[in-house]
């Protein structure tokens, strides 16, 4: 899977919102339980993915409070 692009961040006093590329299809909540085809391990795990989104979510993160 292509990764999301970030096109930028707005700041308003201690509030940031990420401007993110528009994907269409689920949001992250309800794909958390999904389930790989066949399996009983889960698409969105730790092993799979989960590694990845938490380093992406906490670069975002970083980037709004270096600019606080």
Known sequence: P??????GVALSGARGLLIME????RDLAS?????????????????RRG?????????AL???HARS
Request: charged letters at 25%; one cysteine or more; a positive charge.
């Open 2 to 7: 292509l990764p999301v692009a970030l096109y």
């Open 22 to 25: 528009y994907c269409a299809g």
């Open 31 to 47: 794909c958390l339980p999904l389930r790989a085809s066949g399996s009983d391990e889960r698409l969105f795990s730790w092993r």
């Open 51 to 59: 590694r990845r989104v938490a380093l992406e979510l906490a670069k």
């Open 62 to 64: 970083n980037f709004l």
